[in-house]
């Protein structure tokens, strides 16, 4: 079954600490992996997309990563700040048929 | 280009009645998608355009939803009649793909739905 699973549901840190979140994937065939941030009471917004040959993608203090083999990603926050609390969604697209396959979101905050 | 836009931002209705939700697309995008949002169930798709011709809609719930795109600038959702269990945030996405899966996708402010 086409699945996306995100670690943490939530997350709470510091201004200024790093944290990563986690997304792993059962989705097969693969074409591409999409990293959202959603701000509350807003639209999704794209931070990265990563197809299976890419390994990493930086997107300012974003950084994310794509292990095809273990059906792993992972995006690293460095530096967080205030506006960095939001909830981010891991997508995985499937080739051939184009389903797209949602996680249920980390939810971050990010307190002075 | 002001993005993608989407109306109204609330609804509020009652059971039973129907609901239309419009979107207009970035201009010269050729992909349209129809989503929903639920704190139990997180972000879903429920249809998807390309070229205003529906691709994949296996992810309408029931036939009381319906979806149209007659031209390329405008596309509506239907929900009719409309039930309490409705209530979401429905967004709308395009982007530009010609074929390339891999371009990215840009959102409305979604509509917030109740239904009472």
């Known amino acids: 079954k086409n699945q996306v699973e995100q670690s943490p549901q939530s997350l709470i840190i510091l201004e200024g600490k790093n944290c990563t979140l986690q997304?792993?994937?059962?989705?097969?065939?693969?074409?591409?992996l999409r990293w959202y941030k959603q701000d509350t009471g807003r639209g999704p917004v794209s931070l990265t997309i990563?197809?299976?040959?890419?390994n990493t993608k930086s997107n300012g203090r974003y950084t994310a990563t794509l292990d095809a083999d273990t059906k792993q990603s992972s995006l690293h926050i460095t530096a967080s700040q205030l506006s960095d609390s939001a909830s981010y969604i891991c997508?995985?697209?499937?080739?051939?048929?184009?389903?797209?396959?949602f996680g249920t979101g980390t939810r971050l905050k990010v307190l002075a | 280009d002001a993005g993608v836009i989407q109306s109204p931002r609330h609804e509020v209705t009652e059971m039973g009645q129907e609901v239309t939700l419009r979107c207009k697309p970035i201009?010269?995008?050729?992909?349209l998608f129809w989503y929903r949002q639920t704190m139990m169930r997180g972000l879903e798709l429920l249809i998807y355009?390309?070229?205003?011709?529906?691709i994949d809609d296996s992810g309408m719930p029931e036939d009381r939803f319906s979806a149209k795109m007659p031209n390329a600038s405008f596309s509506t959702l239907k929900i009719q009649p409309s039930e309490p269990r409705d209530s979401a945030v429905y967004f709308c996405?395009?982007?530009w793909g010609q074929g390339d899966m891999n371009t990215e996708a840009f959102f409305g402010q979604g509509t917030r739905l109740t239904v009472v």
């Open positions: 996405a395009s982007r």
């Open positions: 997304c792993n994937y059962t989705v097969s065939p693969f074409s591409n």
């Open positions: 990563m197809t299976f040959s890419e």
């Open positions: 997508v995985v697209l499937t080739s051939g048929t184009y389903k797209y396959i």
């Open positions: 201009s010269g995008h050729d992909y």
């Open positions: 355009f390309n070229n205003n011709v529906p």
